[in-house]
Antibody, heavy 115, light 110 residues
Framework: QVQLQESGPGLVKPSETLSLTCTVS????????WSWIRQSPGKRLEWIGY???????KYNPSLKSQFTMSVDTSKNQFSLKLTSATAADTAVYFC?????????WGQGTLVTVSS | QSVLTQPPSVSAAPGQKVTISCSGS????????VSWYQQLPGTAPKLLIY???KRPSGIPDRFSGSKSGTSATLGITGLQTGDEADYYC???????????FGGGTKLTVL
């Protein structure tokens, strides 16, 4: 069965760039949509955006273009980049398959933005 | 403030039935499929229901979903202590052009 695993630094300084990678195992990244979702300390879920295996993307308009997604089909991975991080970006970041619904999800990775 | 509105908490006794509501608008629930997720403490959300009322393989039929107009409901019968978790609804919002979630409902099995 398909499994997802997020990786990246757990601590980022304010104004710096955060980069996360999601590795897909047990299945191909091809022919699927892949999303990033974050959960704030207050447990609110927020959809960040999705990337199709071909590289086309769609982002949450409310997030003001902070995020960029990319995909590497040769490595069965997709990535998220957040520029100019602020404390408000502190959250658990999940990768997941899908766009209309999400299944499966990665275990999540906690990212703290702090000096 | 979440786009979709859920009650913060619900509770019921073991063996009983509980429902969790998710209220939205014509631009989200009214015109798009709803999904539901269970998040056990310290874990990632898990898909329970997709396309309003369909269960993925492995999800017991104790879990059910329905939709009417701009609201959706998750039902859980035969409550077990292992069902204690946070439950979230989700859908697409055509006006916002974004995925949206409810604020989550904490289920306590007394």
């Amino acid at each position: 069965q398909v499994q997802l695993q997020e990786s990246g630094p757990g601590l980022v300084k304010p104004s710096e760039t955060l980069s996360l990678t999601c590795t897909v195992s047990g299945g191909s990244i091809n022919n699927h949509f892949w999303s990033w979702i974050r959960q704030s300390p207050g447990k609110r879920l927020e959809w960040i955006g999705y990337i199709y295996y071909s590289g086309s993307t769609k982002y949450n308009p409310s997030l003001k273009s902070q995020f960029t997604m990319s995909v590497d089909t040769s490595k069965n991975q997709f990535s998220l980049k957040l520029t100019s991080a602020t404390a408000a970006d502190t959250a658990v970041y999940f990768c997941a398959r899908g766009v209309a619904w999400f299944d499966p999800w990665g275990q999540g990775t906690l990212v703290t933005v702090s000096s | 403030q979440s786009v979709l509105t859920q009650p913060p908490s619900v509770s019921a006794a073991p063996g009983q039935k509980v429902t969790i509501s998710c209220s939205g608008s014509i631009s989200n629930i009214g015109n798009n499929y709803v999904s539901w997720y269970q998040q056990l403490p310290g874990t990632a959300p898990k898909l329970l229901i997709y396309e309003n009322n369909k269960r993925p393989s492995g999800i017991p039929d104790r879990f059910s979903g329905s939709k009417s107009g701009t609201s959706a409901t998750l039902g859980i019968t035969g409550l077990q202590t292992g069902d204690e978790a946070d439950y979230y609804c989700g859908t697409w919002d055509s006006s916002l052009s974004s995925g949206v979630f409810g604020g989550g409902t904490k289920l306590t099995v007394l």
